[in-house]
Structure formats: structure tokens, C-alpha cells
């Protein structure tokens, strides 16, 4: 759970079931656990790689959501390729389930631009709970509960290299993390304000600060994911020791640090790709019917293909995308999705993934919609400013007639 202002019994700071963030998980690795958020394909969490440090790399993720606890256990995980224990660089996981995840759990998009400095977030997570003015509950044996604070994005990770690391063997990916502290609205607790003079007195009853367990927990900007929880520090100067109480354990005055998802998105969307199941290897084999299926999801993809030649080869091409109910219903008939879809450099095509709900009612063909827009770097020529797809979810269930 998060370290919040208050107790974390308090209403304000529990993520509770259908409160949005069903889609927030707990990753349980050999006899540790940490926390973990769906992706917007429904197929994979993104979470923390120093998870699996000294583990075989297998996981059960645990979904509370209307339907009830759900246990999925992994099929795969794949760690950041750069990933560094000793530095805590890239910590970055991505774990793919070995079956559908719940209807019920949201699916999230990641954050893409590079703006997420001095923005408010919202963290969520199964850490150990505690509040600001005495830390983490170092007693605390119960069931893990899923907490929400608020905080500020309020710097990169390289100003404070110096302070993670006097002996100069530690050193961060600057422009690959992101920093906030936990303050009490008093000037002798604010960390950044006392050790880089970036002043901030917090954001009131809302503020909190991750703790143990909640590595691999996003940070949502809005509702895409912008961070994942890494670790904490208490740090200080000869002229700061902003920590309330001189121990390391997620109280006013500390410091945490979430890896920053924007710089990974390419990464984070091409490792998806390439384990899509059953996708179209050319676009004549797009399929633009799909049968619901009985039980779980089905996915069915749309095909965005870039025609001609870039200027520059290291372009990247973006359209933003949208589902749009035509007879079938989100929520009832397939999953609503949106985001942005991005053709990196060596490639001429991205896929759009859509979940589709099964059920075992008899019911007419139906058909939803994907509107593409927004094109970047690229145009839809002929001044049209819209493309939109159609596909049909067919009926396979029996009538039964008296």
C-alpha cells in the first residue's frame, strides 16, 4: 500500500473495487509480491524487474475486481533489456497471462509525451501501509489492501545522482526516471526544496509516497500509465535532512522514484506486438469477422499501414484511434479501447488490438467501429481527416425455437 496523510482505512485512500482501477494488480514472485498494472491489450502487466531478481521469472497475478479475486498465472515475463539491479536502471517487467484477463479489469494506455515534470499523478499499489508522520507499519501482517495518493512529478532523476551516491558508483539513466517527495506542507520536510531548491509544499490530505510492496505500481497521469513504482530514498546534505524521522520508511521528507514510461513506449509496444496471438501477417488476411466465442475474450485486429516512403528514416508515424459502438456494445460485446498507435522507424504497419466478450446468447451479427485520426509525421491524403474500419462479431450461439 501506499503511505498516505491519513490512515489508509480512510475511504479517500483505498482504490476500491469499480472505483477505476481494477486493472491495478498484485505480482506475486517466489515469496515476495509487488504490484502491476493491465496494458491496453489486455494480454500483459507491466510492473517492476527487480521483482524477479534471483527468481525464475514465473509470476501469478492476482485480479480484484467485481467479478471477484482472480489468480493468472503467467506465461511469460520479459525483463528490460537494459535493466541494472546495481543502478536500478530500465526497471522495467513485462508479464504475459496464461489465460484471458476479467472483463471487469481496466485496461490501461502508457503516457507518450515528455511533459510529465511538474504534473500531479496518482499512484496505486499493495504496499505496506502507513501515513507520513510515522512511516510504514512495521507490524503490519494482513492482507495486502489497494491504496491511492496523489503526488508531483518534480524532477528527472539526474540532480539528485549526487545524493543516491556520494562515492559516485551509482548512477541513474537521467531523462529515464522520475522523482517526487512527500511533503507535510512545512519547508523543513520538503526534500527537493531543501537539497536542489525545487520548492513544493504537496498537495495537502491527498499526498502520499510509495512503500514495500507497491514496486511496479503506476502512476497515472490522468488515465494512462507515466510511471512505475522503483524504489525510495531517504537522502540529505549538510545543510537538509529533510526526513521527518531519520529512517528509511516512506514518511514525509523521502523520496521515490518511478521509472518513466515514455521513454520505454517502443519497448513497451513493440514486445506486445510481437506476441500478439494469431495475428493477420499481411493485410488480405485481416479478418473482418470474428466469432464471440463462449467463454473469455477473442481478439480481432485492424491493420494500419503506412503507404509510401519517410523523408526521414528514424520518423515515427503516429495516428491516435478509438472504438466506436455500431449494434454492438462496449463493455458488452468487445472491449473499448483508444490510444495512440505509433509506426516506428523499419516498420510499414501497426495492429490495434480488440478484445471481444464472449458470451453464450443467442443473438444477431453485430458490428462495432474503429475511427483513426490525428495523423503525425504522415496523412490520409485527399484532405480527409477520418478513416474508419467496421468489424462484424458473428453470432455462435444456437436458436432454439418452441
Given at each position: ?17 469499480g ?32 521483482l ?34 546495481v ?54 501482517n ?38 517526487a ?33 507497491d514496486?511496479g505500481g ?18 540529505s ?11 528509511s520508511?516512506?514518511?514525509?521528507g ?31 488476411a485481416?479478418?473482418?469477422?470474428v ?65 471481444i ?46
Open positions: 500500500m501506499v503511505t498516505t496523510v491519513s490512515s489508509y482505512t480512510e475511504v479517500r485512500n483505498r482504490a476500491l473495487i472505483d477505476g482501477y481494477d486493472g491495478v494488480v498484485r505480482v506475486l514472485v517466489g515469496n515476495m509480491y509487488g504490484t502491476g498494472v493491465l496494458l491496453f491489450d489486455g494480454k500483459a502487466v507491466l510492473t517492476a524487474a527487480h524477479f531478481s534471483g527468481n525464475t521469472g514465473a509470476a501469478n497475478v492476482i485480479f480484484e475486481t467485481r467479478s471477484g479475486e482472480q489468480s493468472i498465472a503467467s506465461s511469460q515475463v520479459v525483463i528490460n533489456p537494459e535493466y541494472s539491479s543502478n536500478n536502471n530500465s526497471d522495467m517487467a513485462l508479464v504475459w497471462l496464461s489465460q484471458d484477463a476479467p472483463v471487469a479489469a481496466e485496461r490501461f494506455g502508457i503516457y507518450r509525451a515528455s511533459n510529465e515534470v511538474g504534473q500531479t499523478f496518482t499512484m496505486v499499489g499493495y504496499g505496506t501501509p502507513g501515513s507520513g508522520s510515522s512511516g510504514t507499519i512495521s507490524n503490519f494482513e492482507v495486502p489492501v489497494r491504496v491511492k495518493a496523489n503526488n508531483q512529478f518534480d524532477t528527472d532523476i539526474a540532480p539528485l545522482d549526487r545524493f543516491f551516491s556520494e562515492s559516485g558508483q551509482w548512477e541513474a539513466n537521467n531523462g529515464k526516471q522520475l522523482a517527495d512527500f511533503d507535510n506542507g512545512l519547508s523543513q520536510n520538503d526534500a527537493l526544496g531543501g537539497l536542489l531548491g525545487i520548492n513544493g509544499l504537496g498537495l495537502g490530505s491527498s499526498e502520499g509516497l510509495i512503500s514495500k510492496g514496486s503506476p502512476a497515472f497521469i490522468g488515465s494512462l500509465v507515466a510511471g512505475i513504482a522503483s524504489y525510495t530514498g531517504r537522502l546534505s549538510s545543510g537538509a535532512v529533510p526526513d521527518i524521522d531519520n529512517t520508511n516512506s514518511s514525509f523521502e523520496v521515490a522514484v518511478w521509472q518513466r514510461v515514455s521513454v520505454y513506449q517502443q519497448w513497451i509496444d513493440q514486445a506486445l506486438r510481437m506476441r500478439y496471438e494469431s495475428p493477420p501477417a499481411t493485410q488480405s485481416v479478418q473482418k469477422t466469432n464471440e466465442g463462449n467463454s473469455g475474450t477473442t481478439p480481432v485486429y485492424f491493420w494500419v499501414q503506412l503507404n509510401g516512403y519517410r523523408i526521414d528514416p528514424n520518423i515515427i508515424v503516429s495516428v491516435d484511434y478509438k472504438t466506436r459502438n455500431g449494434t454492438a456494445l462496449a463493455g458488452q460485446d468487445y472491449i473499448a479501447t483508444q490510444g495512440t498507435l505509433k509506426i516506428y522507424p523499419n516498420e510499414d504497419h501497426a495492429l490495434v488490438l480488440v478484445e466478450i464472449a458470451d453464450t446468447v443467442p443473438e444477431a451479427d453485430e458490428t462495432f467501429y474503429l475511427d483513426v485520426f490525428n495523423p503525425v509525421n504522415a496523412g490520409f491524403g485527399d484532405g480527409l481527416v477520418q478513416l474508419t474500419a467496421v468489424r462484424t462479431i458473428l453470432n455462435d450461439d444456437p436458436w432454439f425455437w418452441g
